[in-house]
């Protein structure tokens, strides 16, 4: 069964810095790009990153370019995010997400909410 | 940048059809077959319903389909059943190899 499972996140002062986790199992977790993917309660999906399985190809959304980073630790079987100089509009809940070819596979993990603000 | 443009809200009556539509440029939805479609279920994470445009995942029921003309993409439910109610995003590669999604539609199911 695959297992995507998040941590990291919580209450963060505007231009403050967290990381973000997802371990991953069930699967072989070095053969799949992964995603982040935000959403505010209540609101629509906001595709943040993506990473190639071998950690060499990544990709961001304007919004977070030059202040996220994704990396991944095949070894760890973990994802990660880096979020830098946060914005108040960072604040959402922030999944993991396996691909599946072109799109966005069924699993997902259970989110971890960040807040940004002072 | 800004988000694949999906009306905010559709309703339909049990057994009928309803149609989603999921406008895009040609620097996304018009120029690429990479249109994906997913349902999100209150407190619950996105579900793939169609891929690549209008391929189904194993297990998705046929009910559902997808298509595409222009920058303009689209997901039929046929067969309309109260299950359905939910939100539904689309979403689409960008010629800067970005996933961008649709803004989002709460179907309602009458």
């Known amino acids: 069964e695959v297992q995507l499972v998040e941590s990291g996140g919580g209450l963060v002062q505007p231009g403050g810095s967290l990381r973000l986790s997802c371990a991953a199992s069930g699967f072989t977790f070095s053969n799949y790009w992964m995603h982040w993917v935000r959403q505010v309660p209540g609101k629509g999906l906001v595709w943040i990153s993506r990473i190639k399985g071998d950690g060499i190809s990544t990709n961001y959304a304007d919004s977070v370019k030059g202040r996220f980073t994704i990396s991944r630790d095949n070894a760890k ?31 997902w993990g259970q989110g971890t909410p960040v807040t940004v603000s002072s | 940048q800004s988000a694949l443009t999906q009306p905010a809200s559709v309703s339909g009556s049990p057994g009928q059809s309803i149609t989603i539509s999921c406008t895009g440029t040609s620097s996304d939805v018009g120029g690429y077959t990479l249109v994906s479609w997913y349902q999100q279920h209150p407190d619950k994470t996105p579900k793939l319903l169609i891929y690549d445009v209008s391929n189904r995942p194993p297990g998705v029921s046929n009910r559902f389909s997808g298509s595409k003309s ?31 999604f649709g803004g989002g539609t709460k179907l309602t199911v009458l």
């Open chain 1, 77 to 107: 079987n973990t994802l990660y995010l880096q979020m830098n100089s946060l914005r108040a509009e960072d604040t959402a809940v922030y999944y993991c997400a396996r691909d599946y070819g072109n799109s966005i596979s069924d699993d």
């Open chain 2, 70 to 100: 222009g920058n303009t993409a689209s997901l039929t439910i046929s067969g309309l059943q109260a299950e359905d109610e939910a939100d539904y995003y689309c979403a689409s590669y960008r010629s800067n190899s970005i996933l961008v």
